[in-house]
Every structure is written in C-alpha cells, then in structure tokens.
C-alpha cells in the first residue's frame, strides 16, 4: 500500500538556486536508503519526507516507484521557500527555511529524508544539520545532494560530520547542466550516530550517470 500527502510551507516566488533533481540521480539517491528492509517488517507504515520537493516531487516519486508492491509507504513532501514580505527590522524572516526549523519544529519525525536544498548562502548546512537533529527518527536515515565545500572544516563542521556522515558519494559536474554548467557537488547519507555508531567507516564512492542520460 502506498499513499501520499503534499504540503506547502512558507509559500513565496521561486529561489533563483531551485533546480529539478534529474531522475536519474532520483534513483540512485534513492537507492542509497534502506527503503525494502524497512518496508518488509511488520512495523506499521514508513515514513518519507523531501522539504525542497518543488512542484514534480521526483524525489519522492522514485521513492514511491521503488516501494511499489513491497509495503506501505507515506511520502510527505513541501517546497520552503524565502518569505516574500520586505525584512523589517527586528523581525525573524523565514528564508529558504533556515529559520523555518526552529520556528516551526516536527510534529512526528521521519524514517527517510531525501532532498536536494538549495545551496546559496550556507543553506545546504542548516537544512542537512536540522534535517538529522530533529527530523529524522533514531534509527532514520537522511540522503541529501550538498555542495562539496559542505564537506571541508570550514565553521567548524568537521566533528558533526564525522560523527553523523555514513557515505559520501561524488556526482558528475555536469548533472545540473545546462541549468548549472558546472556543479561540485557530492550526495551524502548521514544519521543520528553515523558511520561511528555501527563500528564502521564512512563510506566513499561516486555516482555515474547511466550512458543513455550523458550529454555531448
């Protein structure tokens, strides 16, 4: 069985950096999270959220292609996107949902997160720090698209990462082309305990692009 909800939160004009996931990707992301195990045990339904899901979804939509068949899967997805109204003084605005996840806390927590936040001004970090502190359940799992330099020491960032990454898997420059000529950009797994929780290493590889998708 498997159902969907949508949501709409902070409604407000397209962000200049929303750009569609290409399928592809979609799947391979997907395929990074445990969705058949999870979906095989008889413990009620799982949960699954995308906050950038824009107007297609396709995160959400190869999630819910590949739980077909195999249990019962709720897909939550919401575009957050920076608040319209002119900043006045003194007020917090809600921007690319920076201040959305402190304002507006989880009312139940996910199994999965897939996303792809957008990068301008650090928001890729806050979504993905939010996104595993307090949205995900104990046991979930959060796979994100990131820029690379999400990855370095910079601000500090290094002893969260180590303790909440699980793998790191490079992606082509050009899978944004031609709406990002160029991107560096990498797609993450992290969790509450990371890779450091189970004994293991964090994990490194890279994500083709299937031959029938390369551009010339």
């Not at 690319?96 to 199994?111: A, H, L, N, T, V």
């Not at 950009?185 to 994990?203: D, F, L």
Request: proline share 8%.
């Amino acid at each position: 069985m498997i159902s969907s909800h949508r949501a709409q939160a902070s409604k407000g004009p397209t962000a200049g950096d929303v750009i569609q996931t290409p399928r592809w990707l979609a799947d391979e992301m997907v395929r990074l999270l445990p969705l058949e195990s999870w979906l095989n045990f008889d413990s009620g339904p799982t949960g699954i959220f995308d906050p950038c899901a824009g107007d297609d979804g396709i995160l959400l939509k190869a999630a819910l292609d590949l739980a077909e068949g195999a249990g019962e899967l709720i897909a939550t997805g919401c575009e957050i996107r920076e608040d319209p109204r002119p900043k006045r003084a003194g007020v917090s605005m809600i921007g690319y949902g920076i201040d959305f996840f402190s304002q507006f806390p989880p009312k139940r927590k996910f199994d999965f997160v897939i996303m792809n936040p957008p990068f301008s001004g650090n928001r890729a970090w806050h979504f993905l720090k939010a996104i595993v502190e307090d949205w995900i359940t104990s046991d979930g799992a959060v796979v994100s698209v990131v820029p690379n330099y999400l990855l370095d020491n910079s601000e500090g960032r290094k002893p969260w990462l180590e303790k909440h990454l699980e793998g790191v898997y490079a992606i082509p420059k050009d899978t944004f082309r031609p709406l990002v000529p160029v991107l560096h950009g990498s797609v993450v797994v992290a969790s509450k305990t990371g890779a450091s929780g189970t004994g293991e290493h964090c994990r490194y590889g890279w994500i083709k692009r299937p031959i029938k998708e390369r551009t010339e």
